[in-house]
């Protein structure tokens, strides 16, 4: 089972929120992880520097922590590794169909009212609230 980390939660929920208004103050733009990742893909956008800058960020920030501290991140999946790459792909299929992943329409999507990310953010929901009822009662997986 997951653990309940209510503390942690709220922290990184407000560590996220902070660097959604950040970005948007300082740069103007919205911080969803698949436009800024989709940004330095060839041929990279002109404005590239803070896309990548906020993605080493996002991926040393953890490692940091990791190396710094006296523990590790758990992770243990189920699935092969083709399981990994095929769900990836359909997760970024679904973003680009979706123009927006759950950081873009679901933070900062929905602190600006927009209706296409809220019915966005309800698609992802729902879908991953069927997902798990699947997997978890109908496969019977854990």
Known sequence: MTEFT?????LGGLLIGLAAVLLMALHGRIMGLTGILSG??????????????F?????SAPALIVALGDRTIPFETPLSFGAQVVGGLVVGIGAALGSGCTSGHGVCGLARLSPRSLVAT????ATALATVFVIRHLLGSA
């Open 55 to 59: 993605l080493l960020g996002a991926i």
């Open 122 to 125: 309800c698609t992802f929901m």
């Open 40 to 53: 330095l893909l060839p041929p990279p956008d002109a404005d590239w520097s803070w896309r990548a800058a």
């Open 6 to 10: 209510p503390l942690a939660s709220l």
